[in-house]
């Protein structure tokens, strides 16, 4: 089976379809992303990427609501604050302070742009 992810826009992902491996392969049988791409586009219109669900191509299989990042060609969650920034080689959001890796828990606190130790009752 070939995953394939439905991009807006804005390349957030609309939703993730399932196509059998045939509907991706040429006539040899040999599977391209631009057969399967366009298949689902003949049947559901709009834009579709492949992903995959053992996380094989592009980083992580994606869901719903994730952004499909072109320039580093991997999905990843949506910005979780304003301030935190793509790190290249990581291929994912950071904050603009490393959080203490002392072995305590951590919230980040977008207001004062610092990580608030987590306070368990």
């Known amino acids: 089976m070939a995953h ?6 804005n390349n957030v992902v609309l939703r993730v379809v399932v196509i059998a ?3 991706t392969a040429n006539a040899q049988g040999v ?3 631009y057969i399967g791409a366009a298949y ?3 049947l559901f219109g709009g834009r579709w990427v492949q992903t995959s669900y053992n996380g094989s191509i592009r980083g992580c299989y994606a869901g719903a609501g ?3 990042n ?3 060609n991997v999905f990843m969650s949506a910005q979780p604050f304003p301030s935190w920034v793509v790190d290249v080689v990581k291929k994912d959001w ?6 203490p890796d002392n072995g ?3 919230d980040w606190d977008e207001a004062t742009l610092s990580w608030i130790e987590r306070v368990t009752a």
């Open 4 to 9: 394939f992810a439905e991009l807006d826009s």
């Open 21 to 23: 491996n045939k509907d």
């Open 31 to 33: 599977e391209k992303e």
């Open 40 to 42: 689902c586009e003949r």
């Open 66 to 68: 994730m952004i499909y």
């Open 70 to 72: 072109e320039q580093l």
């Open 94 to 99: 950071v904050a603009p302070v490393a959080m």
């Open 104 to 106: 305590k828990s951590y």
